[in-house]
């Protein structure tokens, strides 16, 4: 009843807000769009490019100039498509773009040399919304924009959460962001940013995992960026699941603008703008504090297990007239929750449980262009992740002890070299260097039985160095067909472990919108750096270290691929994929069904060895309307295997083995002023999966050890329930001359379907428990971007 209650107060407040606004001024607004056009390959800006505004009356258009840039001022402020031609290049068209009354529209536009002569055929404007930055990639790949990040019911501006909608991609029910990628492990996922890998960048992380309950990366810095699910292309390397490679936008360069958003997840600001009146050099800057944690720190209101959190993040661009553009950005965060467990009367307090996690990322970049073809980008970053929990329990004595406390720390330090020349429009190259330094240290010190003795079950720290390498050669043979090749190498020193990895991708447009695409691969990846240091004690105490030598994760990846382009908005793609696991670690034990990729959180502490063998196999349809007319929907199916082979030679179902996954995505827009100005966005979505497998609780040994124990020989042999969840959202946006105000209310899980997705044994009441899906869970925000 107090769920209802509060939603239905949270409704009320949107209308209200809604009401108030819709006989807002009807004057129309105007706003301008500028930006630079380039080359996609050599980066090199193209002169006289032809920007123009489609169906504009007046006319509205305009050609780059000597830099490459342009600007298109008084545009009437709502959605408008851009056209955008030069001679010797494929034409573009982007659309839906939304012009605010508060902030210019700012974009960067790469063109492709056509490789047909002039005269020689027509070439009609591709819309190609779907199509991945990264021209390198045909297969298992899709571009998203922060605005999907923002429109997509669920989403929460969070683009590990849009990215479930997408076909052979499946959400953590129980709430975080973890995804599962065709049936592998979570662990197999790489974050990129800036093009360099980094540690997971989510609130909350533990060990072992690559998401959190929120993303520390705010959607107000993003730009237009990649997600992959398979069959890379050689760039990427030490991943064999997905890739999502983010992209930090620039700041504008010639106003400054700010924004300020106020939410049930958080209270946080944007400020952007030039360095200097008469320098093209920019910053943008966010800082982000929780609400909840807000509200508790001013003594406004009171909770159990408050999460508390904080993030900031920056890019700043410095162009130079000799040596490139240098960009200096980073990624900042910290949460803490404190949770309580207590009786069901809550007359007593059975357990405390503190976690705190520290995220530090800061990169320096330089792209220098060499020539008229080429360019150079080399770019060193430093990230380092720090987790700890700690854990309370009631002793016999009616008093609180420490159970647990657990400290893990690990650092990296990056450089990456990368060269990319366009020989001409039919042949480009891009050569890279990648360097990475990994370091950790972990201690954990327990008493689970309240002896008091505290015992040090771990105190282990180490380093190594990762070397890799690749390079990648795109060959348009014609203006239909474009072949891809590649290969990556990668070397860990701890070991002496090394892997070469072919890569080869193409794609045939037989007709003028349909194409078949073909990627196959070889991928490798290290585990993290703590599973090689882990320390075991054998039978007479004494302590080992058995991972030393273990060898990197491998996986062959073979994707076949259709497209349509049904229509000028509606695209349909289907995918078929097999993927063959090996080198996968296991338990050293002819009798253990463990494998380390199905361990989904804190250290792994067994004695693995690379004899594991999967295979992941399935079907994928996409069919989307894009963003036209003020509607879209998109809707996605899987239907998929995820099996692994331990050291005891039987076949069995993955941990992830969800077996099939169905989303509908639909949303529509509505103008509701005269002009156009203001808007009404309902979405929803709506998703239905195979519930994946766990490994049951073995109470009594649980109750003995004093920790969670599961029943011997029986590693993910029960399945959880299959999940249903339905997303929505509504959102309401009012232009005002120089500000725009958006309100918008999310609510995840609206039917409140609970699910049993695993159990688990909870320390404070020695009982076993069932792990539901996330309850029904709104989000209310207020934006104003000014």
Same mark, same amino acid.
């Given at each position: 009843?107090?769920?209802?209650?509060?939603?239905?107060?949270?409704?009320?407040?949107?209308?209200?807000?809604?009401?108030?606004?819709?006989?807002?001024?009807?004057?129309?607004?105007?706003?301008?769009?500028?930006?630079?056009?380039?080359?996609?390959?050599?980066?090199?800006?193209?002169?006289?490019?032809?920007?123009?505004?489609?169906?504009?009356?007046?006319?509205?258009?305009?050609?780059?100039?000597?830099?490459?840039?342009?600007?298109?001022?008084?545009?009437?402020?709502?959605?408008?498509?851009?056209?955008?031609?030069?001679?010797?290049?494929?034409?573009?068209?982007?659309?839906?773009?939304?012009?605010?009354?508060?902030?210019?529209?700012?974009?960067?536009?790469?063109?492709?040399?056509?490789?047909?002569?002039?005269?020689?055929?027509?070439?009609?404007?591709?819309?190609?919304?779907?199509?991945?930055?990264?021209?390198?990639? %045909?297969?298992?790949?899709?571009?998203?924009?922060?605005?999907?990040?923002?429109?997509?019911?669920?989403?929460?501006?969070?683009?590990?959460?849009?990215?479930?909608?997408?076909?052979?991609?499946?959400?953590?029910?129980?709430?975080?962001?973890?995804?599962?990628?065709?049936?592998?492990?979570?662990?197999?996922?790489?974050?990129?940013?800036?093009?360099?890998?980094?540690?997971?960048?989510?609130?909350?992380?533990?060990?072992?995992?690559?998401?959190?309950?929120?993303?520390?990366?705010?959607?107000?810095?993003?730009?237009?960026?990649?997600?992959?699910?398979?069959?890379?292309?050689?760039?990427?390397?030490?991943?064999?699941?997905?890739?999502?490679?983010?992209?930090?936008?620039?700041?504008?360069?010639?106003?400054?603008?700010?924004?300020?958003?106020?939410?049930?997840?958080? %209270?946080?600001?944007?400020?952007?703008?030039?360095?200097?009146?008469?320098?093209?050099?920019?910053?943008?800057?966010?800082?982000?504090?929780?609400?909840?944690?807000?509200?508790?720190?001013?003594?406004?209101?009171?909770?159990?297990?408050?999460?508390?959190?904080?993030?900031?993040?920056?890019?700043?661009?410095?162009?130079?007239?000799?040596?490139?553009?240098?960009?200096?950005?980073?990624?900042?965060?910290?949460?803490?929750?404190?949770?309580?467990?207590?009786?069901?009367?809550?007359?007593?307090?059975?357990?405390?449980?503190?976690?705190?996690?520290?995220?530090?990322?800061?990169?320096?970049?330089?792209?220098?262009?060499?020539?008229?073809?080429?360019?150079?980008?080399?770019?060193?970053?430093?990230?380092?992740?720090?987790?700890?929990?700690?854990?309370?329990?009631?002793?016999?004595?009616?008093?609180?002890?420490?159970?647990?406390?657990?400290?893990?720390?690990?650092?990296?330090?990056?450089?990456?070299?990368?060269?990319?020349?366009?020989?001409?429009?039919?042949?480009?190259?891009?050569?890279?260097?990648?360097?990475?330094?990994?370091?950790?240290?972990?201690?954990?010190?327990?008493?689970?039985?309240?002896?008091?003795?505290?015992? %040090?079950?771990?105190?282990?720290?180490?380093?190594?160095?990762?070397?890799?390498?690749?390079?990648?050669?795109?060959?348009?043979?014609?203006?239909?067909?474009?072949?891809?090749?590649?290969?990556?190498?990668?070397?860990?020193?701890?070991?002496?472990?090394?892997?070469?990895?072919?890569?080869?991708?193409?794609?045939?447009?037989?007709?003028?919108?349909?194409?078949?695409?073909?990627?196959?691969?070889?991928?490798?990846?290290?585990?993290?750096?703590?599973?090689?240091?882990?320390?075991?004690?054998?039978?007479?105490?004494?302590?080992?270290?058995?991972?030393?030598?273990?060898?990197?994760?491998?996986?062959?990846?073979?994707?076949?691929?259709?497209?349509?382009?049904?229509?000028?908005?509606?695209?349909?793609?289907?995918?078929?994929?097999?993927?063959?696991?090996?080198?996968?670690?296991?338990?050293?034990?002819?009798?253990?069904?463990?494998?380390?990729?199905?361990?989904?959180?804190?250290?792994?502490?067994?004695?693995?060895?690379?004899?594991?063998?999967?295979?992941?196999?399935?079907?994928?349809?996409?069919?989307?309307?894009?963003?036209?007319?003020?509607?879209?929907?998109?809707?996605?199916?899987?239907?998929?295997?995820?099996?692994?082979?331990?050291?005891?030679?039987?076949?069995?179902?993955?941990?992830?083995?969800?077996?099939?996954?169905?989303?509908?995505?639909?949303?529509?827009?509505?103008?509701?002023?005269?002009?156009?100005?203001?808007?009404?966005?309902?979405?929803?979505?709506?998703?239905?999966?195979?519930?994946?497998?766990?490994?049951?609780?073995?109470?009594?040994?649980?109750?003995?050890?004093?920790?969670?124990?599961?029943?011997?020989?029986?590693?993910?042999?029960?399945?959880?329930?299959?999940?249903?969840?339905?997303?929505?959202?509504?959102?309401?946006?009012?232009?005002?001359?120089?500000?725009?105000?958006?309100?918008?209310?999310?609510?995840?899980?609206?039917?409140?379907?609970?699910?049993?997705?695993?159990?688990?044994?909870?320390?404070?009441?020695?009982?076993?428990?069932?792990?539901?899906?996330?309850?029904?869970?709104?989000?209310?925000?207020?934006?104003?971007?000014?």
């Amino acid at each position: 009843m107090q769920k209802r209650n509060c939603i239905i107060s949270l409704i009320l407040i949107l209308v209200l807000g809604i009401q108030t606004n819709l006989s807002a001024n009807t004057t129309q607004f105007y706003q301008t769009i500028r930006g630079k056009i380039i080359d996609t390959e050599s980066k090199q800006s193209l002169i006289g490019a032809n920007v123009v505004i489609l169906n504009s009356n007046p006319f509205i258009g305009t050609a780059s100039d000597i830099n490459g840039n342009f600007r298109l001022d008084k545009v009437p402020v709502g959605r408008i498509n851009l056209q955008i031609t030069c001679l010797g290049y494929e034409p573009k068209i982007i659309t839906n773009i939304e012009v605010g009354s508060a902030k210019e529209v700012i974009l960067n536009i790469e063109l492709i040399e056509s490789v047909t002569k002039i005269g020689e055929i027509k070439v009609y404007p591709k819309t190609a919304k779907h199509e991945t930055l990264n021209k390198m990639a %045909v297969v298992s790949g899709q571009a998203f924009t922060v605005e999907e990040t923002s429109r997509y019911a669920g989403a929460i501006n969070d683009p590990a959460r849009m990215v479930s909608g997408y076909a052979g991609v499946t959400g953590d029910a129980e709430g975080t962001n973890e995804i599962i990628v065709r049936g592998n492990s979570p662990k197999g996922i790489q974050w990129r940013l800036e093009g360099i890998e980094i540690p997971n960048p989510n609130h909350f992380a533990d060990e072992g995992t690559t998401g959190g309950a929120i993303s520390a990366l705010n959607s107000f810095m993003l730009c237009k960026s990649d997600f992959y699910s398979g069959a890379f292309t050689a760039e990427y390397g030490n991943a064999y699941s997905g890739i999502f490679d983010i992209k930090l936008r620039s700041g504008n360069n010639a106003k400054h603008e700010n924004s300020f958003a106020l939410s049930s997840v958080g %209270v946080d600001f944007s400020l952007e703008g030039p360095i200097h009146k008469n320098y093209s050099g920019s910053y943008l800057i966010n800082y982000r504090y929780s609400s909840l944690g807000l509200l508790d720190k001013l003594g406004i209101m009171s909770f159990d297990g408050v999460p508390k959190y904080q993030d900031g993040s920056f890019k700043i661009v410095l162009p130079s007239q000799k040596t490139g553009t240098f960009t200096f950005w980073g990624l900042l965060g910290k949460s803490s929750i404190d949770a309580v467990e207590k009786t069901d009367d809550e007359s007593l307090k059975l357990g405390e449980y503190q976690l705190n996690s520290n995220l530090g990322i800061i990169g320096l970049s330089n792209l220098l262009p060499v020539g008229k073809k080429s360019y150079l980008k080399n770019t060193i970053a430093w990230s380092a992740n720090k987790i700890q929990n700690k854990s309370k329990l009631l002793g016999d004595n009616n008093s609180m002890f420490v159970a647990v406390n657990e400290n893990y720390q690990k650092s990296y330090l990056k450089y990456v070299s990368t060269f990319n020349t366009k020989l001409n429009a039919k042949h480009s190259l891009k050569i890279g260097l990648v360097y990475t330094n990994l370091s950790y240290n972990v201690k954990n010190i327990n008493d689970l039985k309240n002896s008091g003795i505290s015992t %040090v079950s771990l105190n282990s720290d180490g380093s190594s160095q990762l070397f890799q390498s690749f390079v990648s050669w795109k060959y348009r043979i014609t203006s239909n067909l474009s072949v891809i090749s590649g290969v990556h190498s990668t070397y860990f020193q701890l070991n002496k472990d090394y892997s070469i990895e072919p890569r080869l991708g193409m794609k045939f447009q037989f007709l003028p919108n349909q194409s078949i695409s073909l990627g196959i691969g070889m991928h490798s990846k290290i585990e993290s750096i703590s599973t090689y240091f882990v320390q075991l004690t054998d039978a007479k105490n004494n302590i080992y270290t058995p991972n030393s030598d273990l060898k990197m994760s491998k996986a062959r990846h073979y994707v076949l691929g259709y497209n349509n382009q049904l229509g000028r908005n509606l695209h349909l793609k289907i995918e078929a994929y097999y993927q063959d696991l090996y080198n996968l670690a296991v338990e050293n034990n002819p009798n253990s069904r463990i494998v380390l990729q199905d361990l989904n959180s804190g250290l792994a502490k067994y004695d693995f060895v690379n004899k594991g063998r999967g295979k992941n196999y399935g079907l994928e349809l996409t069919l989307e309307r894009f963003f036209h007319n003020n509607f879209y929907y998109l809707l996605t199916g899987s239907l998929y295997e995820a099996k692994f082979t331990a050291l005891d030679g039987v076949e069995r179902n993955s941990r992830y083995n969800g077996k099939f996954a169905a989303n509908i995505l639909i949303g529509k827009e509505f103008k509701t002023s005269s002009k156009g100005q203001n808007t009404l966005g309902l979405n929803g979505k709506i998703s239905f999966r195979g519930g994946q497998y766990y490994t049951p609780v073995d109470l009594k040994k649980s109750q003995d050890a004093g920790e969670t124990i599961y029943t011997d020989n029986s590693s993910f042999s029960k399945r959880g329930d299959n999940i249903f969840i339905l997303n929505a959202s509504v959102n309401y946006k009012i232009n005002h001359k120089k500000t725009q105000h958006e309100f918008k209310l999310e609510i995840q899980n609206a039917s409140n379907h609970k699910a049993k997705i695993m159990e688990r044994y909870n320390e404070a009441t020695h009982l076993i428990e069932d792990a539901d899906q996330l309850s029904l869970l709104p989000v209310l925000s207020y934006t104003l971007h000014f």
